[in-house]
């Protein structure tokens, strides 16, 4: 049974760097096709894919937060990482992972706020 | 960056009507080995969103058979022959042909 689990803080000021983790079960990441995504979700908006991570260890970004964000993973803690730099009310959100397209984790919701 | 192009924004619908959900590419998703990669998800309220229909047509583990999706090219649709009161919560397409993916925006349904 796979399972996703999102971490981390639920409250950031702005300015500061946001650091997520996605600790999974039931499948490796280090599987050829595997690819974990984050995505989020403003409240009472919809949802937006920012970033992914595949096997090899190939990296996509969404244009628009390029060059804030950081995806790694660690296969023998099967966790992936999510960092977002210089954080700003408007990246208020629920975060999720996705595994490829068909596991969600439950979210969580990050608040940036002085 | 494809967009994604979802109608109507919202649906309301009498329980045992069929419903149907528009998503439309701004560039044609090829179909790279025989396959396109336009997917459908439902989001209730409260919940994380559920993976109902991927590759345009193929229905995901669980899913009933009241769900179907068709579509090519530009056009996709996502069908419920009879809806259900569990039906009710946000529809999603997404298509991941081309980085960086894209959701649509969303279809609410409620149900009458």
């Known amino acids: 049974q796979v399972t996703l689990q999102e971490s981390g803080p639920a409250l950031v000021k702005p300015t500061q760097t946001l650091t997520l983790t996605c600790t999974f079960s039931?499948?490796?990441?280090?599987?050829?096709?595997?690819?974990m995504n984050w995505i989020r979700q403003p409240p009472g908006k919809a949802l937006e894919w920012i970033a992914r991570?595949?096997?090899?260890?190939?990296?996509f970004y969404t244009t628009s937060l390029k060059t804030r964000l950081t995806i790694s993973k660690d296969t023998s803690k099967d966790q992936v990482v999510l960092t977002m730099t210089n954080m700003d009310p408007v990246d208020t959100a629920t975060y999720y992972c996705?595994?490829?397209?068909?596991?969600w984790g439950q979210g969580i919701l990050v608040t940036v706020s002085s | 960056e494809i967009v994604m192009t979802q109608t109507p924004l919202s649906l309301s619908v009498t329980p045992g009507q069929p419903a149907s959900f528009s998503c439309k590419s701004s560039?044609?998703?090829?179909?790279?080995?025989?396959?396109?990669?336009l997917y459908w998800f439902l989001q209730r309220p409260g919940q994380s969103p559920q993976l109902l229909i991927y590759e345009v047509s193929s229905r995901w583990s669980g899913v009933p058979d009241r769900f179907s999706g068709s579509g090519s090219g530009t056009d996709f649709t996502l069908k419920i022959s009879r809806v259900e009161a569990e039906d009710v919560g946000i529809y999603y397409c997404?298509?991941?042909?081309?980085?960086?993916?894209?959701f649509g925006q969303g279809t609410k349904l409620d149900i009458k």
């Open positions: 039931g499948f490796s990441l280090a599987t050829s096709g595997m690819g």
């Open positions: 991570i595949e096997w090899d260890d190939k990296k």
């Open positions: 997404m298509q991941s042909t081309q980085f960086p993916y894209t």
């Open positions: 996705l595994l490829n397209a068909d596991s």
């Open positions: 560039q044609s998703l090829p179909h790279g080995g025989g396959k396109t990669f």
